[in-house]
């Protein structure tokens, strides 16, 4: 069953909270980064892409851009821009992106879980990033980015959730983007905790790497520590967690950079595979159908064989694509490391993918029909792993709002 752990945060001071939140640290680069926080000192990014205080060139994983990140978290706290709660406590998490809103209750979830397969996962993590990511928690002794994780909705934790709701919030901020993020600090954790204690599984819906490295992470603490009792702070890590029924996953789409076969040799091969439909609408109306755009035109392509039944993955939409696209009419092999495949996230719309095409940056783009919610549990059920970039949850959490010390 769920463990889901009240906890003393480290957050902005009210005021300084818009000053302070900021985008999660893996959805933009070291550029961008750099100007979202300009000159502004109190940027949470200054915390988790320190790199952006160095100069062009810098090595990302040098030691000085840990120790930079644990200083630039200690001046916030110095400076009064952090505080931290003199209670235990769980915190509702509300965010509004145009009509969409889910709620969320944002607590410490235990390492053992993970570890034990009670928190699934649905994606590979590669080492590189999980390195990143476990140096950077041990040297700050603290988790400084949420795992945004999904259970099965329940009719008790929601009206649990909606009666802290009614109190009035710690914090109402307006992001760049027009998102609106807004806490409560919960009256009753207790009674939280407890509900979520019936909850059988969790699922990791965004942050694998997060949640391995905490995991990483606990393993170093606990061979630093010869009283180790399992009950250090370093045992639990960062989570909010949202009911499924609340969750919004965009397409993941993909574009193909160099392509040496001529737009009929492409569309020719393709048939073998696919009822193929030129002025189909840019987004796929239906499971088991993609778009494509190529050469100024986009085609529907509805697959000429049924969908494979038995394993959630093989039937996934990116699945099928990658058997019967990408690999024999494109020579995708490994899109985990094949360079000439990129994934746009669905928030840049279709409108990116003719951008790219159009401006002669990529050759061929695939615009993909969303996978659910439900998908995602049959995958994680089964313990299997989705082909890379098959999810994109939105709207992403804001960093900075909340930091669970345990060193």
Known sequence: MAIVKAFKSLRPAPEQADQVACVPYDVINTEEARALAGDNPKSFLRVIRSEIEFGEGQDPYAEEIYQRAKDNLNALVESGALIEDQEQALYIYQIHMGDHVQTGVVGCSAVDDYDNDLVKIHEKTRPVKENDRTKHMVTLGAHTGPVFLAYKQQAEIDALVEKETKETPLYDVKAEDGVRHIVWKAKDSDAISVAFSKVPETYVADGHHRAKSSSRAREEMRSRNSQHSGDEDYNFFLSVLFPHNQLQILPYNRVIYKVSKSPEDILNELSAYYAVDKGASPSPERKGDVSMYLDGSWYGLRPLDDQPQGNPVEAL????????????????????????????????????????????????????????????????????????KSTWFEPKLRSGLFVHRFG
Do not use: C, H, W
Not at 352 to 364: C, N, T, Y
């Open 317 to 388: 939409d990116v699945s099928v694509l990658q058997e019967e696209a990408l690999t024999p009419v494109f020579g995708i092999g490994d899109p985990r490391t094949d360079e000439n495949i990129d994934f746009i996230g669905g928030i840049r719309g279709t409108e990116e993918l003719v951008r790219l095409v159009d401006g002669g940056k990529a050759a061929v783009a695939f615009s993909m029909y969303p996978v659910s919610i439900e998908e995602l549990f049959a995958v994680a059920d089964q313990g299997l792993l989705m082909a890379p």
